[in-house]
């Protein structure tokens, strides 16, 4: 089974309007992490924003917030008023307690129509 | 800090020929993490260092692919020999320690092309 599930693979929204980008996670282990990290064109991968498993708010940076359900394992990102400079691929990303190494999803490429 | 540095930003190579990456970590990160993204396959992790140790290698494609980590500020990732089906995206990334609330920090990658 997939870990990290990312269901939209193209996404296009007007400037300025908020956007979410859609992320369902499958684990066992009580204790993860969640993250968010974009992909621009240039190809670095830029952290986003994270969200621990027992935290009980969801986690704000700026214009991202993560919509974080934990009873449906789902942890989608939320954009608020998008710019140019947002069109980028996003990745969400998990990290289990009990290992180390991170599981991605497929991405989503987000285009940001002026 | 300057973060994860790699190097050569760009390669390009023949078939056949060795290719070796490089990468520099952030100082005091534990763990260190070759991944590999291509359009068809995502990002895929090919091994993971803890402490300079290879603890996980299980990604690796084949025996061409090989990597080393002498110390704790640098790590080799080389291919011999190389075929067209290794150009790709190559992320080296960095984590301080053990523990789910801890994150990457990804290098700017090496685009690797084999002609």
């Known amino acids: 089974a997939q870990k990290i599930t990312q269901t939209q693979p193209g996404m296009f929204v007007q400037e300025k309007e908020a956007v979410t980008l859609d992320c369902t996670y499958d684990?066992?282990?009580?204790?993860?992490?969640l993250f968010w990290y974009k992909q621009p064109s240039s190809g670095e991968m830029i952290f986003l924003i994270y969200?621990?498993?027992?935290?009980?708010q969801n986690a704000t940076e700026g214009r991202y917030s993560l919509n974080f359900q934990k009873a449906r394992k789902s942890a989608n990102l939320v954009i608020s008023a998008s710019q140019l400079g947002d069109s980028a691929m996003y990745f969400c990303?998990?990290?289990?307690?009990?290992?180390?190494?991170?599981?991605f999803g497929t991405g989503t490429s987000l285009t940001v129509i002026p | 800090d300057a973060g994860v540095i790699q190097s050569p930003r760009h390669e390009v190579t023949e078939m056949g020929q060795e290719v070796t990456l490089r990468c520099k970590p952030i100082?005091?990160?534990?763990?260190l993490f070759w991944y590999r993204q291509t359009m068809m396959r995502g990002l895929e992790l090919l091994i993971y260092?803890?402490?300079?140790?290879?603890?996980?290698d299980s990604g690796m494609p084949e025996d061409r692919f090989s990597a080393k980590m002498p110390n704790a500020s640098f790590s080799t990732l080389k291919i011999q020999p190389s075929e067209p089906r290794d150009s790709a995206v190559y992320f080296c990334?960095?984590?301080?320690?053990?523990?789910?609330?801890?994150?990457?920090?990804f290098g700017s990658g090496t685009r690797l092309t084999v002609v």
């Open positions: 990334a960095s984590s301080p320690r053990q523990g789910y609330h801890y994150g990457y920090t």
């Open positions: 100082s005091g990160h534990d763990y």
């Open positions: 260092f803890n402490n300079n140790v290879p603890i996980d």
């Open positions: 684990t066992s282990d009580p204790s993860y992490g």
């Open positions: 969200q621990g498993s027992y935290d009980q």
């Open positions: 990303a998990m990290r289990e307690h009990s290992g180390n190494q991170f599981y």
